[in-house]
């Protein structure tokens, strides 16, 4: 069945460092990919998404395209903040089920 | 506009009692989602209404998990009876309609002891 694969965590990175989050999927047809933020005491909000192959979404200085040849969708950011620690969920909708399927998310934390 | 609110923010409860969680979907969302967020887990989804109607509840355990959203907008999950394995936050979101990108409420975390 369709599934996410994202790097265990935590990450624990100092300000201003590169920031790559691994996030892999196995999904049938051709789906849709999302990154979710969640902050902490606070729901889940959608970060960036691609929609079709060689996509690149991007929001507030992260990125992730869409690699089909390698079925997955990294979340980049070139300079953290404090700020961005949170924990990150990749997901996949539109596969077998047409459920929004979440990976097991990465916590990351930024340090001063 | 305001968000999806969701009540109570935490529960304890012992084994074998019974809880419901309240949804309050954003004004106008015809999708409704709740889903379960294990500890360690990523958020899996339990069922989904479009309006009032169940779209997918496939993954919720019908044996003690309940859920109806009266009037298509209101929406409460109830667990009859708890069992430890239940212990996890109830997270409900909202769509505009089925596709559309989902909103979040901040969840009820639920502890059975």
């Known amino acids: 069945g369709d599934s996410v694969t994202q790097m265990e965590g935590p990450v624990t990175l100092s300000e201003e460092a590169f920031l790559t989050i691994n996030c892999t999927y196995t999904?049938?047809?051709?789906?849709?990919l999302f990154w979710y933020v969640q902050y902490p005491g606070e729901g889940l909000q959608l970060l960036l998404k691609?929609?079709?192959?060689?996509d690149k979404g991007s929001n507030k200085g992260f990125e992730a395209t869409y690699r089909k040849e390698t079925t997955s969708f990294h979340l980049e950011k070139g300079s953290v903040q404090v700020s961005d620690s949170a924990v990150y969920f990749c997901?996949?909708?539109?596969?077998?089920?047409?459920?929004?399927?979440f990976g097991t998310g990465t916590l990351l934390a930024v340090q001063p | 506009e305001a968000g999806v609110a969701q009540s109570p923010r935490y529960k304890i409860i012992e084994k074998r009692q019974s809880v419901a969680f309240w949804c309050n979907p954003i004004?106008?969302?015809?999708?409704l989602y709740w889903y379960q967020q294990i500890l360690g887990q990523g958020p899996k989804l339990l069922i989904q209404?479009?309006?009032?109607?169940?779209?997918?509840d496939s993954q919720l355990p019908k044996d003690r998990f309940s859920a109806e959203r009266l009037k298509g907008v209101d929406s409460t999950l109830k667990i009859q009876p708890a069992k430890l394995e239940d212990s996890a936050v109830y997270l409900c979101?909202?769509?505009?309609?089925?596709?559309?990108?989902?909103?979040f409420g901040n969840g009820t975390r639920l502890t059975v002891t």
């Open positions: 979101a909202s769509s505009l309609a089925a596709y559309s990108p989902l909103h």
């Open positions: 999904a049938t047809g051709y789906p849709s």
């Open positions: 691609a929609t079709k192959a060689d």
């Open positions: 997901a996949l909708e539109g596969g077998a089920t047409n459920k929004l399927i």
């Open positions: 004004s106008g969302h015809a999708t």
């Open positions: 209404f479009q309006n009032n109607g169940v779209v997918d």
